[in-house]
């Protein structure tokens, strides 16, 4: 199984796992870090790197963060190429979260980063976009 760190500013990273674990219950092999106001550069990689050797059995693991070119993303990206079978996502989100935590169960990292790319694509929409496919999906009666 994949092992994942989810890392983002503020308590993005402990706020989408308790919303997760609120919905799934408790995940195996998930580590959440939180990059707070008060914390630093080095302190975020002492704790990423920590993470990663309590996950280090996993042949492969995926970061996901909250924004491109953040300090989360730069750290993880630093961490990730260290390694093969290694990938950062970014621009998670709970929808992302939710289906990767359930669907990385034989996948490659690669594969893994795939798939997280497209449910992002398919979870970022508007209720008039929602709408107007469900009316366009919904075939029209014959009348008379």
Known sequence: ???IILCGHGGFASGLARAMTQILG???QFMAIDFTESAST???TAELEQAVAALDAQEELVFLTDLLGGTPFRVASTLAMQRPGR???TGTNLQLLLEMVLE???LSSEAFR???LECGRRGLTS???ELGR???EKPLEEGI
């Open 1 to 3: 199984m994949i092992g």
């Open 26 to 28: 408790e995940q195996p």
């Open 42 to 44: 080095a302190q975020l």
């Open 87 to 89: 990938e950062v996502i």
């Open 104 to 106: 990385r169960e034989g």
């Open 114 to 116: 795939r798939q997280a």
């Open 127 to 129: 209720l008039a976009d």
């Open 134 to 136: 469900c009316r366009a």
